[in-house]
């Protein structure tokens, strides 16, 4: 988390202009596919697009980050969050293949870390805000719920291929990579969330 917080502070003042930042640092499908660019696999996972951007994803990180790093440890956190990242950009990349569109931001392993704690903690209770009509209701709902709700908007939203400039198959593919290696990183197996948090089905 701080980590993104500084390379955006390093971002917003380092004179360059933003396209510059993301022609660089971005992870361009098309840059990969011709031989190019292979760093980006890492740097484009810690920039973002704007102050809410960063906001958004260090929200959810901070939500479900902390328990999935107490059973990892820091070391192995940092292992599997990069990892959920590079599967990420991955699949960004076979689902773009050769398209010049740079993708940038954390939400790729931030994905990996919502499908660990599904994994992991499938019935921790969740306070959740749902939208409905002009009336916003809070609920609580076990994870698997809420996490569910969004993998599933995060599936339809791809496949129906709208234009909104979001990485929906990476974040799809950070998910279920998060999902599948959780295990294998998470070793404190007796480990129960100790705090019940707020999220948000928007």
Not at 94 to 111: K, Q, R
């Amino acid at each position: 988390m701080a980590s993104c917080v500084i390379v955006f502070i390093i971002q917003v003042s380092s004179g360059s202009s933003f396209q510059q930042m993301v022609e660089t640092y971005g992870f361009n499908p098309y840059k990969i596919v011709h031989g190019g660019a292979y760093h980006t696999f890492l740097t484009s996972m810690f920039l973002h697009g704007g102050v809410i951007h960063l906001a958004g994803n260090m929200l959810y990180l901070y939500i479900f980050g902390d328990n999935i790093e107490d059973m990892c440890g820091h070391g192995l956190y940092l292992l599997f969050y990069l990892t959920c990242g590079l599967i990420a950009s991955v699949a960004y990349l076979v689902t773009s293949w050769g398209l010049n569109l740079p993708a940038i931001g954390a939400s790729g392993a931030i994905s990996g870390v919502l499908g660990a704690y599904v994994r992991r903690f499938p019935k921790a209770r969740i306070l959740t805000a749902i939208p409905y009509i002009f009336i916003i209701r809070v609920v609580w709902a076990p994870a698997y719920l809420v996490i569910g709700v969004w993998f599933l908007y995060q599936f339809i939203l791809a496949f129906i291929g709208l234009e909104t400039g979001v990485a929906y198959w990476a974040h799809i593919g950070g998910f279920i990579a998060g999902l599948l290696i959780a295990d294998a990183f998470t070793r404190r197996k007796h480990l129960h969330p100790l705090h019940v948090y707020m999220a948000s089905l928007q």
